[in-house]
T-cell receptor, first 117, second 115 residues
Framework: GAGVSQSPSNKVTEKGKDVELRCDPI?????LYWYRQSLGQGLEFLIY????????KSGLPSDRFSAERTGGSVSTLTIQRTQQEDSAVYLC???????????????FGPGTRLTVL | AQSVTQPDIHITVSEGASLELRCNYSYGATPYLFWYVQSPGQGLQLLLKYFSGDTLVQGIKGFEAEFKRSQSSFNLRKPSVHWSDAAEYFC?????????????FGKGTKLSVIP
């Protein structure tokens, strides 16, 4: 079956502009995650959606970052008034469920490379 | 809060040589431990994971890792490296129980393979 897909694969924008990054999770996966991978850094957790529960936004670095998930499927990560330090690869992952007593493997998309000039 | 250290930023090995990538973690209880591989332009692929039980875990592509609680380590090994193994490798720790969906990743080790 299809894996996690993300679009666009590359995005170049000017400082101060808003950008939207899209993630299509694997069909049937109820959990969706966003991570940020900056140059020379590991992956940084941003936000987590599980079913209809309120998302865990604890990893969002500032109020310029927001995300939504419509209909329990597609998710959009929005960065407002982009800054140069926002340049990174943004990775999306999905899993059958969240955490808790049993762990569900996270399957990652190829990422969106964002460059802010 | 948990943390992961991968001491080696870049490792170069010859094809056919053995490989060991180091990973040390910090977590107050028994962690969930993972190794992921990322090829250029690709997402992360899970190589193997440790939850409990046998401390030596086998993964895909001939990789294995050993959990050593006394050393807080989870090193990745492969007896004979292939050129296709050139990629970046990430170790990650997850908290067991509530919030276990959150993975904390190390900064990665880039592996280069000399033909």
């Amino acid at each position: 079956g299809a894996g996690v897909s993300q679009s666009p694969s590359n995005k170049v924008t000017e400082k101060g502009k808003d950008v939207e990054l899209r993630c299509d999770p694997i069909s049937g996966h109820t959990a969706l995650y966003w991570y940020r991978q900056s140059l020379g850094q590991g992956l940084e957790f941003l936000i987590y959606f599980q079913g209809n529960s309120a998302p865990d936004k604890s990893g969002l670095p500032s109020d310029r970052f927001s995300a939504e998930r419509t209909g329990g499927s597609v998710s959009t990560l929005t960065i407002q008034r982009t800054q140069q330090e926002d340049s990174a690869v943004y990775l999306c992952a999905s899993s059958l469920g969240g955490g808790g007593a049993s762990y569900n493997e996270q399957f990652f998309g190829p990422g969106t490379r964002l460059t802010v000039l | 809060a948990q943390s992961v250290t991968q001491p080696d930023i870049h490792i170069t090995v010859s094809e056919g040589a053995s490989l060991e990538l180091r990973c040390n973690y910090s977590y107050g209880a028994t962690p969930y431990l993972f190794w992921y591989v990322q090829s250029p332009g690709q997402g992360l692929q899970l190589l193997l994971k440790y939850f409990s039980g046998d401390t030596l875990v086998q993964g895909i592509k001939g990789f294995e890792a050993e959990f050593k609680r006394s050393q807080s380590s989870f090193n990745l090994r492969k007896p004979s490296v292939h050129w296709s193994d050139a990629a970046e490798y990430f170790c990650a720790v997850g908290a067991a129980g509530a919030g276990s969906y959150q993975l904390t990743f190390g900064k990665g080790t880039k592996l280069s393979v000399i033909p």
